[in-house]
């Protein structure tokens, strides 16, 4: 286990080291002299080679890098040429945002996924399995930008129902209700990615634990169906599940960005799009570093638990 | 996680199933949205870019069977055409992806030792970082934004994928009986590469080929929604639906008309892709 343990450190920190690399690269893929793309046209030589100066262009590569990542490990991601404020700020003030939309959405993932697989996984290829299955093979073909324009469309347009249309942010500082009813189209374009992912992973995985020994043995014991889901197979079924969990965060962020940016939700995509669009480089290139570095430790995360959950992993 | 995958891969007893006529229904519709994309010009199509200030938003009728959006262009016209970028970087960054990352992984898997070793952990690395962030990343910088670019950027993001599913595939090859026959009797490596192992990873390949596609062009869709993609005014279905973002009120059917279109060709190839895995007796992989 430690060892295991030690090998997965070592290689997350050869992941961060690659990603800060390609970051702080991200800027010289601008075209042409990167002083007159933030001066913008029209900035006269002298301006670009002060900035130029300013900026420690002059300087090799590698020292660059060095006083660049120096910088961030000391929580200075630079600050914003446009904004005038630091990057750290504005990141600060959307990562919640963001960590709310996807809290709440797994819950609702999960608390759907799990009983649905569960009733599958008892009558494999019966007509509800066959029901659901369609159903979700069919939603795994619905990006979630889609999922959330026709949200928009029915529940906010048709149904009116306040708070759930673009624009209608309500901060949870303020009020509650109102920054839930905003939060709820968000919530659900997310979950509904997630739980096709997880209803199919679990789905199978029951299946194939159901026709264990074990499960026989606790059957001709005369333990209830609903006992033997949940405390028999349920554990045995879920490594994959947390797995898949892991690798969907990924998903969860593009999903995030799209609702963000339709609704005007100022977490960390609307942000980035917004940053994008107004060449605010430093910006951009700020939020991809935290975002790209927090999906990886997320990852981690979930190695580690399913690692708890199945201690046979680890030991190859 | 290596383990868990090799383990995924074990093949389930005999049992083919027919492909079904719902599988042809979606081949011939992939088919006709090829033909489509590719025939854009000669089919009798009102001009996508063509503004009729006398026919804004109206609804779906004869004349524009989809209706018009919100400057008076052919919802229907600028569909089709729409289809062309899609179906571009769907084909285009998969060939990339799998130009570079199969015969990559079908290398590594057949050779085994260091140079496996490092690759593989290469990959892994680079695939623990979001394929989504990456493109963000580099379109948001690498300005003007083209098609090329796009298929560029996507197909190098989908290569450590790729390189992955054809490892793991090749392994659960290379150890069978007849591959070491044909070792013993002296055969060369080219030999057993193209002759042993490509036909038997194949059906593996070619549906995870086809789900591929359609998560290229799913990620393309996002991108053009977020305004990533293709400049305006070459219509592309995830930028027809970002424009539609504005207009939904008054006019929902450009929103509608896109997105169905882009749903249907990702659960056709999606359906297709899966069946033939089914078909072909290999048990769900994680993609």
Redesign the interface.
């Known amino acids: 286990m430690l060892r295991y343990v030690i090998r997965r450190i070592l ?1 997350l920190i ?2 961060v080291f ?2 800060s690399v ?2 702080f690269f ?2 010289h ?3 042409g002299n990167i002083t007159a793309v933030i001066e913008g046209p029209g900035a006269s030589p002298e301006n670009q080679a002060k900035l130029f100066k300013l900026l420690g262009l002059n300087r090799p590569i590698y020292e660059q890098y060095f006083v660049w990542i120096g910088n961030i490990l000391h929580g200075n991601l630079g600050t914003s040429f446009i904004s005038q404020t630091p990057v750290v700020t504005t990141i600060g003030n959307a990562l919640p945002i963001d960590l709310e939309i996807m809290f709440l959405s797994q819950i609702l993932a999960f608390a759907v996924a799990i009983p649905m697989a569960m009733r599958s996984a008892r009558k494999p290829d019966g007509v509800i399995d066959r029901f659901f299955s369609a159903g979700s ?2 939603m ?7 999922v959330i ?2 949200l ?2 029915f529940v906010s ?1 048709k149904l009116g129902i306040p708070h759930t249309g ?1 624009s209608s942010y309500v901060s949870l500082r303020g009020d509650w209700i109102g920054n839930l009813e905003s939060m709820a189209l968000p919530a659900i374009t997310l979950a509904a990615g997630s739980f096709v992912v997880y209803f ?2 679990l789905r ?1 995985d029951l299946i194939a634990t159901l026709q264990e020994e074990f499960i026989t043995m606790a059957r001709s014991k005369g333990l209830s169906q609903r006992r033997i889901m949940w405390r028999h197979a349920f554990r045995p079924s879920s ?2 599940l947390l ?2 969990a892991g ?1 969907n ?3 969860l ?2 999903g995030g ?2 609702v963000q ?2 609704l005007n939700i100022p977490g960390l995509g609307y942000t ?2 917004a940053a ?2 107004t060449d605010d ?1 430093l910006l ?1 290139q700020g939020i ?1 570093l935290v ?2 570095v927090g ?2 430790l997320i ?1 981690f995360f979930f ?1 580690f638990i399913i690692n708890i959950v199945d201690p046979r ?1 680890s030991r ?1 | 996680m290596l383990e868990l995958e090799e383990m995924a891969l074990v093949e389930r007893p005999e049992k083919k199933k027919p492909l079904g006529p719902l599988f042809w229904l979606c081949v011939g519709w992939i088919a006709l949205n090829i033909f489509g994309a590719i025939f854009a010009n000669v089919l009798p199509l009102q001009n996508p870019l063509y503004q009729n200030y006398s026919a804004i938003n109206v609804g779906p009728s004869l004349h524009h069977i989809f209706g018009t959006d919100d400057i008076g262009r052919d919802i229907f016209s600028r569909i089709v055409y729409g289809s062309r970028v899609s179906i571009a970087v769907g084909f285009g960054s998969m060939v990339i992806g799998f130009g570079i990352g199969a015969p990559l992984g079908m290398l590594a898997a057949y050779r085994r030792g260091r140079f496996d070793t490092i690759l593989t952990t290469f990959m892994y690395i680079l695939l623990a970082f979001p394929a989504i962030i990456a493109t963000i990343a580099v379109l948001s910088f690498w300005t003007p934004r083209s098609v090329f670019k796009i298929i560029l950027v996507i197909g190098l993001a989908s290569v450590p994928l790729v390189y992955r599913v054809i490892r793991t595939a090749t392994l659960s090859v290379a150890t069978k009986d007849y591959v070491i026959a044909a070792k013993v009797q002296g055969a060369k490596d080219r030999r057993i590469l193209m002759k042993e192992l490509l036909p038997n990873i194949a059906p593996i390949g070619i549906s995870f080929l086809l789900i591929g596609i359609a998560t290229v062009i799913a990620l393309e869709g996002t991108l053009a929604f977020l305004g990533l993609s293709v400049t305006t005014p070459t219509p592309s279905w995830g930028n027809m639906i970002n424009e539609s973002r504005t207009v939904l009120q008054q006019n929902p059917w450009l929103a509608i008309f896109p997105s169905l279109a882009l749903c249907l060709f990702l659960l056709s190839l999606n359906f297709i892709g899966d069946r033939l895995r089914s078909h072909f007796d290999v048990t769900e992989v994680k993609l």
């Open positions: 290689m050869g992941i690659i990603i390609g970051s991200l800027i893929l601008l075209p093979f069919t795994l073909s619905v990006p979630s930008f889609i324009i026709l928009v469309l347009i673009p199919r992973v199978s490594v994959a797995g898949a690798v965060i990924g998903g962020l593009a960005f799209v940016y339709l980035l799009i994008i669009n480089y951009v991809v975002v790209s999906v990886v990852n190695d992993i190859e």
